[in-house]
Every structure is written in structure tokens, then in C-alpha cells.
């Protein structure tokens, strides 16, 4: 198989792959495609073409701010999340045409924010028919002693929490699936 990685950001793209080049065996670098493309464009430009698709999406990346005592960088976070929201959705429905039918999303991000996890997810099932959610809340309790999770979630969606000394959270996942073409 083949794996395309996109990053629309120069910074990260280069250090997405500098860890490519890094941890990948060379036998298996040339299977990796990383593009630069609006991740918004991807769906018209490969329709159906995808089995698998993630959408790790710009967020407003609460863990940044949550344990920092900068009051300016919270503001700057909260007015990003009326815009993110948005974008989100479009990297979502882009990534929804790409995908081909019976193949599988996931949507993350690194954010608490309802209206950039969980309303996102459901703007996209209300607006694409050919999309339904996927059962992952096993996974939950497969991990549930290293982590924290939000209860009260859907089954198709995880949160996992943050906490002050482990490296990790928030931490949002959503899994669809396509089940026919648009």
C-alpha cells in the first residue's frame, strides 16, 4: 500500500518529514508521499481514492494554554475557536469525498472545546448521509487505567482529559465511516 501524509503548514511539513526519513526503514520511504496541498482541496482533487483517512485538524490546542499562566495566549485561543470550527468542518467534508466507500475517518484534535470536537462530528453526519458513526468506546476501556476520559461522549467519540504531570490530553477522536459515494 501506499501512504500520503499532507501538511499545508511549511514548518511542520519539514519536520513531519525529517521524522519520516527518521523512523522510517528505507526499503519502505518510497511507499510515503508527504504533500504541502489545502487539505481542503484533497476530496475534489482525489475523489474515493483513499481506504483510510485522518484528520489530525488545526485546533486551538488547549494543553498549550491549560498549564501556562499566560492570560493573552488564552485570549488568542478563544477567539481562534470561533474560526477553527469552520475550517474543521471543511478538512472533514474533504476528507469524507476522498474517501472511498467503506473505507474509515478519524478525526482528531488536541482541544476541550465542544464546538471543535463533538459539534463538528455532528455537522458532518447531519450533512452527509453517506457517513455514519463507528462504535470505538472499547478502546476506552482498553486503555482506561493510563488514561482520563470525558463521560457522557457518544460511543464513536473519545476525550481523553488532561492531567497535570502526564504528558498527554486533551485528546479528542472520532471514527466514521463512508458507507456509499456521495
Known amino acids: 500500500g501506499h501512504f500520503h501524509c499532507n501538511e499545508y503548514d511549511d ?3 519539514r519536520w513531519l518529514e525529517q521524522t519520516i ?3 522510517i526503514p528505507g526499503p ?3 511507499l510515503i508521499t508527504v504533500s504541502k496541498l489545502d487539505g481542503r482541496q484533497i476530496g475534489d482533487l482525489h475523489p474515493e481514492f483513499y481506504d483510510k483517512v ?3 485538524a488545526p485546533c486551538s490546542n488547549d ?3 491549560l ?3 499566560d492570560p493573552q495566549q488564552a485570549v488568542l485561543r478563544l477567539m481562534q475557536r470561533k474560526e477553527l470550527s469552520s475550517l474543521q468542518f471543511q478538512l472533514l467534508r474533504s476528507a469524507v469525498k476522498a474517501l472511498r466507500p467503506g473505507g474509515s475517518l478519524v478525526y482528531s484534535t488536541c482541544t476541550l472545546s465542544k464546538a471543535e470536537n463533538s459539534n463538528v462530528i455532528n455537522l458532518i453526519l447531519s450533512s452527509c448521509r453517506n457517513v455514519v458513526p463507528v462504535d470505538i468506546s ?3 476501556r482498553g486503555v482506561s487505567q493510563e488514561f482520563t476520559f470525558l463521560s457522557g461522549t457518544q460511543q464513536h467519540e473519545l476525550l481523553v482529559l488532561p492531567e497535570k504531570g502526564r504528558a498527554w490530553g ?3 477522536v472520532a471514527k466514521l465511516k463512508k458507507v456509499s459515494s456521495t
Do not use: C, Q, T
Request: proline share 4%.
Open 21 to 23: 526519513e527518521s523512523f
Open 67 to 69: 498549564f501556562s499562566g
Open 28 to 30: 519502505l520511504i518510497n
Open 11 to 13: 514548518l511542520r511539513s
Open 138 to 140: 472499547g478502546m476506552a
Open 170 to 172: 486533551p485528546m479528542y
Open 54 to 56: 485522518l484528520v489530525d
Open 63 to 65: 494543553r498549550s494554554w
